[in-house]
Structure formats: structure tokens, C-alpha cells
């Protein structure tokens, strides 16, 4: 199913929801480069949250860009399977190379606000991540690393832990607090 498919079959489950997928479909007819950074008003990443087994905690990442805990994720570069590039952003930050993807349905969308900041030396400008979360499963036992370029620390939390150790008042609130309900 083509991405453009997979977000018009998705049913919003709040009022953010429903404004952030018809913004996304609006960008997509308009623009072709809809997948790629070199539009830099906006364009697509993936996200993945990542649960043990039993659905009590959640795996994050203390990300540089943001200076808060926060969710696994990245650009899409080129790529529509954004399953893929959330499973594939899993590994890269975090080390997890057994996780299970609970589902290929996406689990939320979020229209994503990124400041302007300078990444590898190079000025980017403020911009818009559409966003397409997916669920993953993964064992807590399993080894962690730390991806130095995005990341200085990862770590499980449990979901009330994880509402506290964001710096981002508005992603506990509009984001974490929807993904935690639809962990089970």
C-alpha cells in the first residue's frame, strides 16, 4: 500500500489527528518531493515507539536536537515504506536489533515542528516533520548503544517516567500521553 493509501485509509483518533492528516494529504498532492529533506518546508519522517513485552515501559533517547528524552525517529529520505525507516531508525540509535513490529497500521500521526538549527556544520532552516508512528515490541535485556551524531544516552522508562522526563511539554501532552493509551 503506498503511503499516500496507508495515511487516507487511517481513522484520526482526536481533533489533531484529523488536522494533521489532511494537512498531509494536501502536501503530498502538491508537492512531489513530499519524501525528501531538500524540501525544506516540510516533508516526511517516521517514528517508532518501542515497548517491552509486557506494554509497562518505553524506550528513548536523549536527543541532542531537542536536549529532552524523547521518541525514536528520522527522515524518510527517499524511502515511502516508513515502517521500514522507523524499524530502521531503532536500530541506528538505539542498538535493538530484535524488536517486532506489532503492526504495519500506523499508530499516529503528528505534525512536528522543528526549530532552525545547524546540523553538520550547514544552517537549517525551521521546518515541518510530518510524522507517521508505528508500534514495536522489544526486549529489555537486549543491549543498548548510544548513536553519538543524534543521541547522549538511551534508556527505558516507564510510561509514567517517560511523561517526566521530556523537556517538551507539548509532545507529553499532544503526543506520549496518546501513544501510551494505545500501547495495549
Not at 86 to 91: D, G
Given at each position: 500500500?503506498?503511503?499516500?493509501?496507508?495515511?487516507?485509509?487511517y481513522k484520526?483518533?482526536?481533533?489533531?489527528?484529523?488536522?494533521?492528516?489532511?494537512?498531509?494529504?494536501?502536501?503530498?498532492?502538491?508537492?512531489?518531493?513530499?519524501?525528501?529533506?531538500?524540501?525544506?518546508?516540510?516533508?516526511?519522517?517516521?517514528?517508532?515507539?518501542?515497548?517491552?513485552?509486557?506494554?509497562?515501559k518505553?524506550?528513548?533517547?536523549?536527543?541532542?536536537?531537542?536536549?529532552s528524552?524523547?521518541?525514536?525517529?528520522?527522515?524518510?529520505?527517499?524511502?515511502?515504506?516508513?515502517?521500514?525507516v522507523?524499524?530502521?531508525?531503532?536500530?541506528e540509535?538505539?542498538?535493538?536489533?530484535?524488536?517486532?513490529?506489532?503492526?504495519?497500521?500506523?499508530?499516529?500521526?503528528?505534525?512536528?515542528?522543528?526549530?532552525?538549527?545547524?546540523?553538520?556544520?550547514?544552517y537549517?532552516?525551521?521546518?515541518?516533520h510530518?510524522?507517521?508512528?508505528?508500534?514495536?515490541?522489544?526486549?529489555?535485556?537486549?543491549?543498548?548503544?548510544?548513536?553519538?551524531?543524534?543521541?547522549?544516552?538511551?534508556?527505558?522508562?516507564?510510561?509514567?517516567?517517560?511523561?517526566?522526563?521530556?523537556?517538551?511539554?507539548?509532545?507529553?501532552?499532544?503526543?506520549?500521553?496518546?501513544?501510551?493509551?494505545?500501547?495495549w
Open positions: 500500500m503506498s503511503l499516500l493509501d496507508a495515511i487516507k485509509k484520526p483518533a482526536n481533533e489533531q489527528e484529523e488536522y494533521d492528516k489532511e494537512q498531509m494529504l494536501r502536501f503530498m498532492v502538491c508537492n512531489s518531493n513530499y519524501l525528501s529533506r531538500e524540501n525544506q518546508i516540510a516533508h516526511f519522517t517516521a517514528s517508532i515507539w518501542t515497548v517491552n513485552r509486557e506494554r509497562t518505553t524506550l528513548m533517547v536523549y536527543h541532542n536536537l531537542y536536549d528524552w524523547s521518541w525514536i525517529g528520522g527522515h524518510a529520505d527517499g524511502v515511502e515504506d516508513l515502517c521500514s522507523a524499524m530502521r531508525e531503532l536500530q540509535e538505539t542498538g535493538v536489533k530484535h524488536a517486532v513490529l506489532v503492526s504495519k497500521d500506523i499508530l499516529s500521526l503528528e505534525t512536528l515542528t522543528v526549530n532552525g538549527h545547524v546540523r553538520r556544520g550547514k537549517v532552516p525551521s521546518h515541518l510530518f510524522n507517521v508512528t508505528f508500534l514495536a515490541e522489544a526486549d529489555e535485556k537486549e543491549e543498548l548503544i548510544v548513536n553519538e551524531d543524534e543521541n547522549q544516552a538511551v534508556k527505558w522508562w516507564t510510561f509514567e517516567e517517560a511523561l517526566h522526563v521530556s523537556k517538551e511539554p507539548w509532545m507529553v501532552k499532544r503526543v506520549y500521553k496518546k501513544l501510551i493509551e494505545r500501547s
